[in-house]
Structure formats: C-alpha cells, structure tokens
C-alpha cells in the first residue's frame, strides 16, 4: 500500500520561496514516477511538475525556471522547491506517485486522472 505524506505548506508573500515535501512509503516497484499537482478553489486539479525513477523531469510551462522537483532515494522524499511565487501559486499541492515512468518523449506531467496514488494535499498561500 503506497502512502504519500505532505508538508511544507503555509503562506507567504508574492517573490518568497518554500519547499515542499513528501514522504512515500511502499513504493516498491522499480519503474515508478511522482508528482506534484495543484488545486485552487474552484478550478480542476492541475499538473505542476513530475520525476521518475530514471531521472527523467518535466515541468508546466506555468512553473518552468521557478520551481524544481527532486526525488532523495535514500529518504523515500519527494520535493518541490517554489522560487519567485506568485499570487497564481496559491492552491492545496498534492504529492501522487504512479508505477510508470513518465509518459512522452520528451517527458511529460502525466494528466491527474492518471496517478494511481496522492496524498491528502499541504496548501499554498501566496499573498500580494
């Protein structure tokens, strides 16, 4: 059973940065891939950035050159450092994990119908 745990959410002012954590437990496949998605009060759930366990990234055009996802193997923790925030940025953040690698060539954030697991979400408060 994969359980993702997230935390690092809070409010912030606009330009301010944070860092977002996960931490996954029985992720045992050798193919895998996770991800960040979000989701702002009244809007659908979107990608945000995502990492496999070939090393393969890819990021939303919304994000690119402010955010970066790493993966630390040795914790089992996914990360999301946020950089330049923006008011836009304000959503709950939801960790999921899946047992494919990323889709695409080049990678791709696969759609979040897609995932097989997420988390229960760490919100994001980006103030003016």
């Known amino acids: 059973q994969v359980q993702l745990v997230e935390s690092g959410g809070r409010s912030v002012q606009a330009g301010g940065s944070l860092r977002l954590s996960c931490i996954a437990s029985g992720l045992t496949y050798t193919s895998y891939s996770m991800a960040w998605f979000r989701q702002a009060p009244g809007n659908e759930r979107e990608g945000v950035a995502a990492i496999d366990s070939d090393g393969s990234t890819a990021y939303e055009d919304y994000v690119k050159g402010r955010f970066t996802i790493s993966f630390d193997n040795a914790k089992n923790t996914l990360y999301l450092q946020m950089n330049s925030l923006k008011p836009e940025d304000t959503a709950m953040y939801y960790c999921?994990?899946?047992?494919?690698?990323?889709?695409?060539?080049?990678?791709?954030?696969?759609?979040?119908?897609?995932?097989?697991?997420y988390g229960q979400g760490t919100q994001v408060t980006v103030s003016s």
């Open positions: 999921a994990a899946d047992p494919r690698l990323l889709p695409g060539d080049p990678p791709l954030v696969p759609h979040p119908g897609e995932v097989n697991y």
